[in-house]
């Protein structure tokens, strides 16, 4: 008689926990897609300016199995002191580099005003296919119309204080 009573709720315990469980796996399971994140600095020559800039970076970007990329970069320059923070809406990565663009959702920097398109780009020493010599970013580019699957910029810097992960 006891056994009868305790079956129907164990039973009802049992698959509550199973649906508990396997609808909670769903939503950490990871994105299976690229990924890139980093920070540091670079010093960077500006012939607009005229001087050799110090600037400071940090950049997370994830796309998911569909290629769809978001993120966020934010790019200091400690020598002029302005900053610009990016909406990263692309990421193509592989063989230990990225390229990342976007649109700026805030800036002082008078070259790189507001909602403006803009590039970069960095490399991963750890996961390159060939013998590096550390890490390097590019500066954030003014780039019209374009998504990183276009192009990327050719200044390379590299990277001082800091690391870039990517992972294709």
């Given at each position: 008689m006891?056994?009868?009573?305790?079956?129907?709720?164990?039973?009802?315990?049992?698959?509550?926990?199973?649906?508990?469980?396997?609808?909670?796996?769903?939503?950490i399971?990871?994105?299976?897609g690229?990924?890139?994140?980093?920070?540091?600095?670079?010093?960077?020559?500006?012939?607009?300016?005229?001087?050799?800039?110090?600037?400071?970076?940090?950049?997370?970007?994830?796309?998911?199995?569909?290629?769809q990329?978001?993120?966020?970069?934010?790019?200091?320059?400690?020598?002029?002191?302005?900053?610009?923070t990016?909406?990263?809406?692309?990421?193509?990565?592989?063989?230990?580099?990225?390229?990342?663009?976007?649109?700026?959702?805030?800036?002082?920097?008078?070259?790189?005003?507001?909602?403006?398109?803009?590039v970069f780009?960095?490399?991963?020493?750890?996961?390159?296919?060939?013998?590096?010599?550390?890490?390097?970013?590019?500066?954030?580019?003014?780039?019209?119309?374009?998504?990183?699957?276009?192009?990327?910029?050719?200044?390379?810097?590299?990277?001082?204080?800091?690391?870039?992960?990517?992972?294709?």
């Amino acid at each position: 008689m006891k056994t009868r009573r305790i079956f129907p709720p164990l039973l009802v315990l049992i698959l509550g926990a199973l649906v508990i469980t396997s609808s909670t796996s769903a939503s950490i399971d990871p994105e299976h897609g690229a990924s890139a994140s980093g920070f540091g600095e670079f010093r960077f020559v500006n012939f607009n300016r005229m001087r050799t800039e110090l600037w400071s970076f940090s950049f997370e970007a994830f796309a998911n199995k569909n290629g769809q990329a978001r993120g966020r970069a934010q790019f200091d320059n400690l020598t002029a002191g302005m900053q610009v923070t990016v909406r990263i809406n692309c990421l193509n990565a592989g063989s230990g580099s990225a390229v990342m663009s976007g649109r700026v959702l805030h800036s002082d920097d008078p070259d790189l005003p507001k909602h403006t398109n803009v590039v970069f780009a960095a490399t991963d020493a750890q996961t390159r296919p060939f013998p590096s010599f550390g890490d390097t970013i590019t500066p954030v580019f003014e780039f019209g119309d374009f998504t990183c699957h276009d192009t990327e910029p050719l200044t390379i810097l590299p990277v001082q204080n800091g690391d870039i992960q990517i992972q294709p």
